[in-house]
């Protein structure tokens, strides 16, 4: 009796076993989706600039096949890093004269060129050998290794960490600032290419699906942080502003307060006191959970009545409608996932590159940028709808940067 109750428990845990172990095997036989030309193209990729690159350890996730972009991610970085090196380089480089190299040094360029010659995706042939001639050219060189210097490198560490956590998608961002990293060492004019990598990536927002800022990076746009005041005489009047210009919500009674151009009479909207034309500035709100707008406003924007506060009015500026509506208010708006809505936002203006960037201060991630030439004065612009919670301008000093020497271990 006793024999045969241990049997109905054992029996059962015998089939699961044969059930994992054949699932296991069929999992291992099963074979992978195949790879397209662009795929693989930036897979070799990034095995060369590895090569060229030294320290740049990361890529090797890429051409060992543990992080694979989709097609249209390889494809957009392939278009727009050809169309970069033309610009910078392309004068440098000598036409491409594969087909008189001898067979046996013909490397991952040779193998990369038949599969553009035998099929698949011909509209790239043109963009692949721009970026395959740039690397032939550096290896060509007497020195064909470059040093990235010690901040790309802690960047490098940073977004590899971020990646093993989950925090990325892709390794992208790291193949981009590699491929900066080189470019520079070859500029006869040196500039800080965490910087740039900041620039193009919030430039382009077409292939970057990374929101994800770098600590080292982080901290240096938060050096640029300003303390913003509200300009009472530039509240709506059903604006109740407090004493020290930081906090401003909706009141239930409208003020009694002199009539004047810059006085915003009918959106529930405040401008900063002071204006900027020039340099980096960088401002921090804790906002409502129900509707908010946050931006600038061009010295020449007409603030009275109920204008469409947009791109086309002079407004440059991030809304939050009825708790989950994140938009940025372009022409037309540009609609941001509900999942994205912040408690804190960081605004950045950085006026000579034409950027104005919001951020999720907590996540310290990216949200959208606008991208302009600007020409006139920025006021910072604040509005809610709030009747409760203040929407409350952060003090300048009340963020200490990240101290951490290499990966950032609190975010």
Known sequence: MMKDCLQFLIEPAKKLKIRLKESRKKVKHEKKEPLVESQLFIMELAR????????????????????????????????????????????????????????????WKGHLLCILETGG???????KRVIMDWTREIKSRPQPTVWPGEPVLMMLDDLEFQWKRGRLPNLLPAMELVMLAVLNADSPTKEDVTKQWLVKKQRNQRIDAVRYIPHNVWNWICDATEDVCLDSDS???????????????????????????????????????????????????????????????????????????????????????????????????????????????????????????????????????????????????????????DLLIRPAGVRQPCLCPGPCLWT
Request: charged share 25%.
């Open 121 to 127: 995706e011909y509209d790239m042939g043109p963009y």
């Open 235 to 389: 509240a709506n009047p059903d604006l109740l502003i407090s004493g020290d210009d930081k906090r401003m919500r909706c009141g239930l009674q409208r003020r009694d307060v002199p009539r004047c151009q810059q006085r915003f009479d009918g959106w529930w909207c405040a401008v900063g006191q002071e204006a900027y034309a020039s340099g980096r500035h960088y401002w921090e709100v804790e906002v409502g959970e129900r509707d908010w707008r946050l931006g600038v406003a061009k010295a020449s924007a007409v603030r009275q009545g109920f204008p469409s506060l947009n791109t086309n009015t002079g407004y440059l500026t991030l809304r939050l409608e009825r708790g989950t509506d994140l938009k940025a208010l372009t022409v037309p708006s540009t609609p941001l996932p509900q999942s994205l809505a912040p408690q804190k936002v960081g605004v950045y203006l950085d006026y000579e590159q034409g950027q104005l960037s919001f951020y999720d201060v907590d996540k310290r991630s990216h949200l959208f940028t606008y991208n302009e030439n600007f020409t006139e004065e920025l006021f910072p612009l604040f509005g809610t709808v709030e009747v409760v919670k």
């Open 48 to 107: 060369e600039l590895n090569r060229i690159c030294q320290k740049s350890n990361i890529l090797g996730h890429i051409w060992t096949c543990e992080d694979v972009w989709p097609a249209s991610v390889c494809r957009d970085f392939i278009v727009d890093w050809a169309a970069v090196l033309e610009k910078r380089v392309q004068k440098k480089i000598m036409p491409s004269d594969y087909q008189y190299e001898k067979p046996e040094k013909r490397d």
